[in-house]
């Protein structure tokens, strides 16, 4: 099946990738040859998404299930992930009030914030990311799918789903690598995912989803917003704790006031200024 999603240009698709690509978890997600692909599941139906740049103003979406069932939240979670909603306009038009972002901006007037196909899944990333590098982070996360995901016949490196939050609630997953405090943190996201107390697929506002997040033990403020802004659309999450915002910004810690409601297109673009001057994703 084949979905046509439009959005408003301009879209800048292979910086999108250029960040998920290093990120991509491996066995459940491929980026190669301008192509986004991933395996999913969607109610009891399995299979995978690949999603490629179409006519203007347009991505194609391609989905493949072993059983029929409804496209909608498919296309909904394909859409989020890639931030096809927004009116680039109205970022652009707004951060280029900044003397800072304004330069970033008139370069790369189509980036947007990349999201994620799922929130739990998004999470966990995040923590395994916690002081590793990126590419430290996507090793822990491949371990983690095959010692606890769902094995699907190999798609073109496409092996695993994810897995959901009740199969790590008591799993050993210090057994991946994970020094056992950051283990427990995964443990305790689960819990608090698969018994409804910490939803991740909706927010009721910033500053209450950062409030819900770290109350688990082991989420702090960077975390929190990182997972904000990808997972639960939360365009003025600003990680201000992160290295590279930090060295982007001179060493400051903070962005300005003037930069809300889109503090989160401010620090995709100021990633993307640090990458670009540092020659990495």
Excluded: N
Aim: glycine share 10%; aromatic share 6%; proline share 7%.
């Amino acid at each position: 099946m084949t979905v046509r999603l439009p959005y408003r240009p301009p879209l800048d698709w292979l910086a999108l990738l250029a960040f998920l690509a290093p990120r991509a978890t491996p066995g459940v997600e491929v980026v190669a040859g301008g192509v986004y692909r991933r395996t999913i599941a969607v109610g009891h139906a399995r299979g995978t998404i690949a999603v490629r740049p179409d006519r203007a103003s347009h991505l194609l979406l391609r989905v493949s299930l072993d059983r029929r069932t409804s496209l909608a939240p498919v296309v909904a979670r394909a859409r989020r992930l890639f931030d096809l909603d927004t009116d680039p306009a109205d970022v652009a038009g707004h951060l280029s009030r900044s003397r800072v972002l304004a330069p970033l901006v008139a370069r790369r007037p189509g980036l947007r914030v990349p999201g994620a196909w799922d929130g739990f899944e998004l999470a966990v990333r995040a923590v395994l990311g916690q002081q590793v590098t990126v590419r430290g982070a996507t090793t822990l996360a491949g371990r983690l799918v095959r010692a606890f995901g769902t094995a699907v016949a190999d798609d073109g490196g496409l092996t695993h789903l994810f897995p959901p939050p009740d199969a790590l609630v008591d799993a050993d997953v210090a057994s991946i690598g994970l020094p056992r405090t950051r283990a427990a943190t995964i443990r305790a996201l689960a819990t608090a995912v698969a018994q409804g107390v910490l939803p991740l697929d909706v927010s009721s506002g910033l500053d209450d989803a950062v409030a819900r997040l770290t109350a688990v033990p082991g989420i702090g403020p960077w975390t929190a917003h990182y997972i904000a802004m990808r997972a639960l659309a939360e365009r003025d999450a600003f990680p201000a704790g992160d290295l590279g915002l930090r060295r982007a910004l001179g060493g400051g810690r903070t962005a300005p006031r003037s930069w809300a409601p889109w503090r989160a297109y401010a620090a995709v673009h100021l990633w993307t200024s640090l990458s670009e001057k540092e020659g990495t994703a």
